[in-house]
């Protein structure tokens, strides 16, 4: 595929640049589950049992046969015996017949021949030994029935599957202590600029202190990957190739960010840069989207290559739109799509928007009377305290001019 011309569109942009990833199988590592947390699946796991391995109460009360309850009502309780207490973690060690009844807690083993239990609220004490049901109760009623939960040889987690706290908890009820995963991909994060440098030291006048590097760090990080920062490069294309280069063949990087020198102008290396480290080369240069209009999209063989813009607002929402479904592939998983969740809102005020761009607006969100509103948080995108304030991103398609107050907007959260 080659150069897409002129600007392209957000979503032309991302089906070009994920479809030309190739899928490329990590080596694989087994850990425990107490890591696993936010790693990747390089096994199926089937089940070797049922869950649960007994049938089991939702609720304190009396385990019943179903049948004897029916028409039971507070005039006309139906009168069972309860003839067992079944222990916390013991079987139950008797099966109950017609007209008979046992006590069981939350989570205990409902006996043989109950199908059902009556919550304690609804049987009244009649004496030691006899119960009256006052409301009856249906087969199947407050029981979890054996392997309905997860069943014998049922594949619970698929390969390629990014692992989450419920996922850790059905491998731990079905006896696993360990899973195969895909070791974390390398990932290449570069700052550019002949003004940027880093954290720690005090910027002299024209200079400002590298923000990139640490939010594209940490944004690798919290998705799963291995962020690797090789510097700041200032704006020398042999440099900047040395860089990259050492970070693909030394350090075995499995994708590369690099903020700055992405725009069009006599400091911007990073486009030929790209095209020199192998082909493809760049897939995309300029998005139709504001921040972000000058990303670079670009593969060297397997490796995804990123030219993220300067500034910091920029740098955040590019990563989300491009970066972030990049590394899943990269990671192993099945879908590059991740829901980091949204919410419906209403907006607060007008929001303008150039036209023939598609925009993504900073807001916060905020609850009032029962309605959610998203109040905007307008600025410039370097000014990195706009994304600070705001809760999330409201995307404002390339063919609306705005957005009016008080319509109904999905945020994607941040």
Known sequence: MGLLSDLAGVEEARRAFLEAIPRVRLPAERIPLAEAVGRITAEAVNSPVDVPSFPRSTVDGYAVRAEDTFGASEGLPAYLDVVADVPMGRPAEVELSTGRAARVATGGMVPPGADAVVMLEYAEQVDEGMIGVVRPVSPGENVIRRAEDIQSGQTIIEVGHQLRPQDLAALAGVGRTDVAVYVRPRVAVVSTGDEVVP????????????MNGVSLSASVLADGGFPAFMGIIRDDAALLEATLRRALDREGARMVLVSGGSSVGTQDVVRDVFNRLGRPGVLVHGVAQRPGKPTILALAGPVPLVGIPGHPVSALV????????????????????????????????????????????????????????????????GLISTMVRADGLLRVPVGKEGLEQGEDVEVWLT
């Open 318 to 381: 590019v990563y989300q739109l491009y970066a972030r479904p990049a590394l899943r592939l990269v990671m192993g998983c099945r879908s590059p799509e991740t829901w980091r969740g949204t919410v419906r809102a209403r907006l607060s005020r007008n929001l303008a928007s150039p036209p023939g761009l598609e925009e993504y607006a900073r807001v916060a969100l905020r609850a009032e009377d029962g309605t959610v509103w998203a109040d905007p948080v307008l600025g410039k995108s």
């Open 199 to 210: 954290p720690h030291v005090e910027p002299a006048v024209g200079q400002v202190r590298d």
